[in-house]
């Protein structure tokens, strides 16, 4: 059983377009929540951390929905930059990477 | 810039011919990790150090050993390699080894085996 579950997409997006994906966690127990973008060929660099009430960074919302079991990222205003993958490990002491959502913003 | 440092960058050897690899942190960092990633998959943690405590996952092939002689570095050490091994190696620290811990990777070391 997969610990994460993402949809890996590719999502193409226009620039300037609202996109969302979600991450489906399996361990209950799960307390802490992060949203990682990782480049291609680069290593993966933390994005933001996801709290209980939702967080929200710029362009950028998490949300957690514990009682479904999934965090989301929302991205608003999409820039060409943020073409990556996005990783969100599944947490208990160790990190358990999903295969992460590809993200194609294009001009 | 404190950081976590991988070398080499690019790292080339043959079928069987053991290779280090190694990971350097200026975070002072009490948790070290090392992830292998192969093209469009999850990183795969394969062991971590918690202090000079080591943790193995249980997937993780014997092939693989690790060393932390010290809290600043960390090595890989593929035994012999195989041509399934080849991808990216990352490195990671952490504070500690608590649920809310945030991890921070290195750059890789991308791996070729001929």
């Known amino acids: 059983r997969k610990e994460v579950e993402q949809d890996p997409g590719p999502f193409n997006v226009p620039e300037g377009a609202t996109v969302a994906f979600n991450c489906t966690y399996s361990?209950?127990?799960?307390?802490?929540f992060f949203w990682y973008r990782q480049d291609c060929r680069k290593e993966p660099k933390l994005l933001m951390s996801?709290?209980?009430s939702g967080n929200e960074d710029g362009r950028f919302t998490a949300q957690l929905n514990r009682a479904s079991q999934y965090i989301s990222l929302l991205i608003r205003d999409s820039k060409l930059s943020d073409s990556a993958t996005y990783l969100c490990?599944?947490?208990?002491?160790?990190?358990?990477f999903g295969t992460g959502t590809s993200l194609t913003v294009i001009p | 810039d404190a950081m976590v440092i991988q070398n080499p960058r690019y790292q080339v050897t043959q079928f069987g011919k053991p290779v280090t690899l190694s990971c350097s942190q200026t975070?002072?960092?009490?948790?070290m990790y090392w992830y292998q990633q192969k093209s469009s998959q999850a990183p795969k943690l394969l062991f971590h150090?918690?202090?000079?405590?080591?943790?193995n996952e249980a997937d993780t092939p014997d092939n693989f050993q690790s060393r932390r002689p010290n809290t600043s570095f960390c090595f890989l050490d593929i035994r012999s390699p195989g041509l399934g091994d080849a991808a990216m190696y990352l490195c990671a620290t952490s504070s500690g080894q608590g649920i809310r811990e945030t991890q921070y990777f290195g750059p890789g070391t991308r791996l070729l085996v001929l």
């Open positions: 975070l002072n960092h009490n948790v």
């Open positions: 490990p599944n947490t208990g002491n160790q990190f358990y």
């Open positions: 150090y918690y202090d000079k405590d080591f943790n």
């Open positions: 361990n209950s127990a799960s307390q802490s």
């Open positions: 996801v709290y209980s």
